[in-house]
């Protein structure tokens, strides 16, 4: 079996809120992945520094009029790229239907984001168990979508502590949350060895948010 394209879309709402689209974004991942060629031909992929001092494993960019920004400081959105000082290219039209699909697929009518922030993983790279808090309007989801190899997502609860279940994301698969687990835990765990016929080693994640 195909294991990338041969998935069936099923729609589930776990305990804890989170609603997992399988292969919600598969039709639509060439556009997405062209698109994606745009955004960070202008705006690099690169590794923020943690206020901690060292830089992240996963290398981010964005596209939106803000985009999610580390450095010593801290964590924030910024409307201008701080590598370029130029603001951020614009969220693709196709980025923009399918995360307003999704949200509202999941439950969440009038999903606007104004943020799109592009995690790539490579192979060994992992992002540990965080909140999603550097945004102002918390009525608004989150809607994750994954492209590339696969990579096993935890979503706990309120408190770092919760234990948190595990999805395995694959190429085209789409989590949202919202509501009251806006806030919950959430990270993926390290990144397996895998092959993905158009992405190569890599997992890519596209995280659409109402940041302003
Ligand atoms: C994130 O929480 O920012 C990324 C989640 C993911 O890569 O699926
Ligand atoms: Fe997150």
Wanted: hydrophobic share 40%; proline share 7%.
């Amino acid at each position: 079996m195909d294991l990338f394209s041969n998935v069936e879309p099923t729609h589930q709402t776990y305990a804890t809120g989170l609603v997992y689209l399988r292969g919600f974004a598969l039709n639509n991942a060439p556009t997405l992945l062209a698109d994606l060629n745009q955004v960070i031909a202008v705006a690099p992929l690169r590794s923020m520094m943690t206020p901690m001092g060292y830089p992240m494993s996963v290398a981010t960019t964005s596209c939106g009029s803000l985009g999610w920004v580390g450095d010593a400081k801290g964590y924030g959105y910024s409307h201008v790229d701080p590598q370029s000082l130029l603001p951020w290219p614009a969220m693709p039209e196709s980025f923009l239907q399918l995360a307003e699909n999704a949200a509202e697929t999941a439950g969440f009518k009038d999903f606007c984001p104004d943020a799109c922030l592009i995690n790539q993983y490579h192979i060994g790279t992992k992002m540990g168990l965080h909140r999603d808090k550097d945004e102002r309007d918390f009525t608004q989801p989150i809607v994750s979508v994954s492209l590339g190899i696969p990579a096993r997502f935890q979503f706990g609860g309120n408190k770092r502590s919760d234990k948190p279940i595990q999805i395995l994301l694959n190429h085209g698969d789409v989590v949202v949350w919202g509501g009251a687990s806006r806030m919950y835990y959430h990270g993926i765990m390290t990144v397996q060895a895998n092959t993905h016929p158009i992405l190569g080693n890599k997992r890519i994640n596209l995280t659409f948010r109402k940041a302003g």
